[in-house]
Protein backbone atom coordinates (compact mmCIF):
# COMPACT_ATOMS: atom_id res chain seq x y z
CA UNK A 1 0.00 0.00 0.00
CA UNK A 2 1.48 3.54 -0.56
CA UNK A 3 2.10 5.73 2.58
CA UNK A 4 4.11 7.87 4.58
CA UNK A 5 6.10 5.42 7.58
CA UNK A 6 7.63 7.19 10.03
CA UNK A 7 10.07 5.46 12.35
CA UNK A 8 10.35 4.75 15.25
CA UNK A 9 6.98 4.83 16.80
CA UNK A 10 8.87 5.99 20.14
CA UNK A 11 12.41 7.34 20.64
CA UNK A 12 14.33 8.64 24.17
CA UNK A 13 16.60 11.36 23.89
CA UNK A 14 19.76 12.01 26.02
CA UNK A 15 21.13 15.25 27.40
CA UNK A 16 24.01 16.27 24.66
CA UNK A 17 22.76 13.70 21.90
CA UNK A 18 21.37 14.17 18.37
CA UNK A 19 18.64 11.81 17.22
CA UNK A 20 17.78 11.42 13.65
CA UNK A 21 13.64 10.90 12.82
CA UNK A 22 13.02 8.75 9.65
CA UNK A 23 10.27 9.78 7.19
CA UNK A 24 9.92 7.41 4.07
CA UNK A 25 7.29 7.87 1.17
CA UNK A 26 6.19 5.41 -1.83
CA UNK A 27 3.78 7.87 -3.02
CA UNK A 28 5.86 9.49 -5.71
CA UNK A 29 5.52 13.04 -3.66
CA UNK A 30 7.49 15.62 -4.43
CA UNK A 31 7.58 17.97 -1.86
CA UNK A 32 8.03 16.79 1.86
CA UNK A 33 7.34 18.24 5.33
CA UNK A 34 8.24 18.13 9.29
CA UNK A 35 6.19 19.28 11.72
CA UNK A 36 6.13 19.51 15.59
CA UNK A 37 2.76 18.84 17.46
CA UNK A 38 3.06 19.63 21.46
CA UNK A 39 -0.07 18.82 23.48
CA UNK A 40 -3.00 20.68 22.66
CA UNK A 41 -1.84 22.38 19.96
CA UNK A 42 -1.95 22.71 16.05
CA UNK A 43 0.84 21.73 14.10
CA UNK A 44 4.02 23.72 13.68
CA UNK A 45 5.88 23.73 10.25
CA UNK A 46 9.72 22.75 11.04
CA UNK A 47 11.34 22.38 7.88
CA UNK A 48 10.01 21.25 3.97
CA UNK A 49 11.55 20.20 0.75
CA UNK A 50 10.06 20.79 -2.90
CA UNK A 51 12.74 18.32 -3.96
CA UNK A 52 15.41 16.37 -3.95
CA UNK A 53 19.17 18.30 -2.42
CA UNK A 54 16.39 21.44 -1.62
CA UNK A 55 14.81 22.49 1.59
CA UNK A 56 13.57 25.56 3.43
CA UNK A 57 13.12 26.62 6.53
CA UNK A 58 9.81 26.50 8.42
CA UNK A 59 8.81 28.58 11.49
CA UNK A 60 10.60 26.58 14.16
CA UNK A 61 13.25 25.17 12.33
CA UNK A 62 16.20 26.22 15.00
CA UNK A 63 17.47 23.11 16.93
CA UNK A 64 16.82 21.05 13.98
CA UNK A 65 18.63 19.75 10.84
CA UNK A 66 17.37 17.80 7.50
CA UNK A 67 18.25 16.46 4.35
CA UNK A 68 16.75 15.29 1.49
CA UNK A 69 19.15 12.88 -0.82
CA UNK A 70 16.46 10.55 -2.49
CA UNK A 71 12.92 11.93 -3.26
CA UNK A 72 11.02 8.98 -0.91
CA UNK A 73 13.04 9.79 2.22
CA UNK A 74 13.26 13.43 4.42
CA UNK A 75 15.20 12.29 7.57
CA UNK A 76 14.97 15.60 10.71
CA UNK A 77 17.88 15.47 12.83
CA UNK A 78 16.80 16.81 16.37
CA UNK A 79 20.01 18.26 17.26
CA UNK A 80 21.59 18.78 21.10
CA UNK A 81 20.86 22.32 20.44
CA UNK A 82 17.29 21.80 20.65
CA UNK A 83 16.58 22.43 23.99
CA UNK A 84 12.81 21.89 23.95
CA UNK A 85 12.66 18.55 21.64
CA UNK A 86 9.69 16.13 23.72
CA UNK A 87 7.18 16.43 21.16
CA UNK A 88 4.85 14.07 18.85
CA UNK A 89 6.92 14.89 15.13
CA UNK A 90 4.90 14.21 12.04
CA UNK A 91 6.23 13.95 8.56
CA UNK A 92 3.77 14.67 5.66
CA UNK A 93 3.98 14.77 1.36
CA UNK A 94 2.39 16.20 -1.78
CA UNK A 95 2.06 15.61 -4.68
CA UNK A 96 2.77 18.87 -7.31
CA UNK A 97 -0.39 20.77 -8.92
CA UNK A 98 -2.49 23.52 -7.03
CA UNK A 99 -4.04 22.87 -4.11
CA UNK A 100 -2.75 19.13 -2.91
CA UNK A 101 -3.08 18.52 0.44
CA UNK A 102 -0.28 16.86 2.69
CA UNK A 103 -0.88 13.63 3.92
CA UNK A 104 0.74 12.32 7.13
CA UNK A 105 2.64 9.43 8.52
CA UNK A 106 1.44 8.47 12.51
CA UNK A 107 4.38 10.09 13.94
CA UNK A 108 7.25 9.46 16.31
CA UNK A 109 7.30 10.41 20.25
CA UNK A 110 10.09 11.86 21.32
CA UNK A 111 11.52 12.08 25.04
CA UNK A 112 13.90 13.11 27.29
CA UNK A 113 15.33 10.87 29.47
CA UNK B 1 -15.34 27.84 17.19
CA UNK B 2 -11.76 26.74 16.66
CA UNK B 3 -9.32 29.84 15.16
CA UNK B 4 -6.14 29.34 14.07
CA UNK B 5 -4.25 30.61 16.65
CA UNK B 6 -6.91 30.19 19.24
CA UNK B 7 -7.82 27.52 21.63
CA UNK B 8 -11.53 25.55 21.74
CA UNK B 9 -10.84 22.15 23.53
CA UNK B 10 -14.07 20.13 22.98
CA UNK B 11 -17.30 19.48 21.35
CA UNK B 12 -19.38 16.97 23.05
CA UNK B 13 -22.40 15.25 20.44
CA UNK B 14 -25.15 12.71 20.73
CA UNK B 15 -24.62 10.00 18.75
CA UNK B 16 -26.89 10.72 15.73
CA UNK B 17 -26.86 14.02 15.90
CA UNK B 18 -25.12 16.46 13.08
CA UNK B 19 -21.82 18.27 14.20
CA UNK B 20 -20.75 21.32 13.50
CA UNK B 21 -17.02 22.50 14.01
CA UNK B 22 -15.85 26.08 13.13
CA UNK B 23 -12.72 27.53 12.19
CA UNK B 24 -11.48 31.47 12.03
CA UNK B 25 -9.24 31.95 9.86
CA UNK B 26 -6.95 35.06 9.78
CA UNK B 27 -5.54 35.65 6.31
CA UNK B 28 -7.91 37.30 3.44
CA UNK B 29 -5.48 35.88 0.68
CA UNK B 30 -5.68 32.12 1.65
CA UNK B 31 -6.65 30.07 -0.96
CA UNK B 32 -6.90 26.84 -0.01
CA UNK B 33 -8.24 25.44 3.55
CA UNK B 34 -7.76 21.50 4.38
CA UNK B 35 -9.83 20.20 7.59
CA UNK B 36 -7.95 17.04 9.19
CA UNK B 37 -9.05 14.05 11.37
CA UNK B 38 -6.59 13.05 14.79
CA UNK B 39 -7.07 9.97 16.65
CA UNK B 40 -4.83 9.79 19.61
CA UNK B 41 -1.34 8.63 18.92
CA UNK B 42 -1.94 8.91 15.04
CA UNK B 43 -1.28 11.48 12.03
CA UNK B 44 -3.52 13.67 10.88
CA UNK B 45 -6.14 12.30 8.41
CA UNK B 46 -7.05 14.42 5.65
CA UNK B 47 -11.16 14.48 5.39
CA UNK B 48 -11.86 17.50 2.80
CA UNK B 49 -10.73 20.24 0.62
CA UNK B 50 -11.80 23.40 -0.10
CA UNK B 51 -10.98 26.29 -2.33
CA UNK B 52 -11.42 30.17 -1.78
CA UNK B 53 -13.56 30.32 -5.72
CA UNK B 54 -16.38 27.84 -3.84
CA UNK B 55 -18.55 27.81 -1.04
CA UNK B 56 -19.49 24.95 0.14
CA UNK B 57 -18.26 21.30 -1.18
CA UNK B 58 -19.53 17.78 0.12
CA UNK B 59 -18.14 14.45 0.94
CA UNK B 60 -19.43 11.56 2.89
CA UNK B 61 -20.84 12.54 5.68
CA UNK B 62 -18.83 15.65 5.43
CA UNK B 63 -19.74 19.63 4.21
CA UNK B 64 -17.13 21.78 4.50
CA UNK B 65 -19.02 25.54 4.15
CA UNK B 66 -16.43 28.25 2.92
CA UNK B 67 -17.19 32.07 4.15
CA UNK B 68 -14.87 34.40 2.74
CA UNK B 69 -16.63 37.52 4.12
CA UNK B 70 -16.26 36.75 7.34
CA UNK B 71 -13.19 34.69 6.91
CA UNK B 72 -14.70 31.48 8.43
CA UNK B 73 -14.88 28.03 7.87
CA UNK B 74 -16.64 25.06 9.23
CA UNK B 75 -17.07 20.92 8.79
CA UNK B 76 -20.27 19.73 9.25
CA UNK B 77 -20.23 16.07 10.45
CA UNK B 78 -23.78 14.54 9.53
CA UNK B 79 -25.25 11.49 11.40
CA UNK B 80 -22.05 11.41 14.26
CA UNK B 81 -20.80 7.97 15.89
CA UNK B 82 -18.28 6.98 18.19
CA UNK B 83 -15.93 6.48 15.50
CA UNK B 84 -15.89 10.46 14.93
CA UNK B 85 -14.48 11.17 18.36
CA UNK B 86 -11.05 12.84 17.54
CA UNK B 87 -9.44 16.08 17.41
CA UNK B 88 -10.78 18.12 13.98
CA UNK B 89 -8.01 20.56 12.79
CA UNK B 90 -8.63 23.15 9.66
CA UNK B 91 -5.54 24.62 7.85
CA UNK B 92 -4.82 27.72 5.91
CA UNK B 93 -2.98 27.49 2.90
CA UNK B 94 -0.97 31.08 3.27
CA UNK B 95 1.22 30.94 0.70
CA UNK B 96 2.81 28.48 -1.65
CA UNK B 97 6.29 27.88 -3.29
CA UNK B 98 6.83 25.46 -6.11
CA UNK B 99 5.39 22.15 -5.18
CA UNK B 100 5.50 23.22 -2.05
CA UNK B 101 2.31 24.31 0.11
CA UNK B 102 3.07 25.85 3.33
CA UNK B 103 -0.48 25.39 5.69
CA UNK B 104 -1.28 26.77 9.03
CA UNK B 105 -2.88 24.97 10.87
CA UNK B 106 -5.19 25.48 13.79
CA UNK B 107 -4.84 24.14 17.43
CA UNK B 108 -7.93 21.71 17.38
CA UNK B 109 -11.51 20.78 18.53
CA UNK B 110 -11.94 17.47 20.35
CA UNK B 111 -15.11 15.73 19.40
CA UNK B 112 -16.49 13.70 21.90
CA UNK B 113 -19.64 11.23 20.70
CA UNK B 114 -21.89 10.63 23.72
CA UNK B 115 -23.51 7.52 23.46
Known amino acids: DGGITQSPKYLFRKEGQNVTLSCEQN?????MYWYRQDPGQGLRLIYY???????QKGDIAEGYSVSREKKESFPLTVTSAQKNPTAFYLC????????????FGDGTRLSIL | GESVGLHLPTLSVQEGDNSIINCAYS??????FIWYKQESGKGPQFIID?????DKRQGQRVTVLLNKTVKHLSLQIAATQPGDSAVYFC??????????????FGSGTQLTVLP
Open chain 1, 92 to 103: ASSTKGFNQPQH
Open chain 1, 27 to 31: LNHDA
Open chain 1, 49 to 55: SQIVNDF
Open chain 2, 27 to 32: NSASDY
Open chain 2, 50 to 54: IRSNM
Open chain 2, 91 to 104: AENLKSSGSARQLT
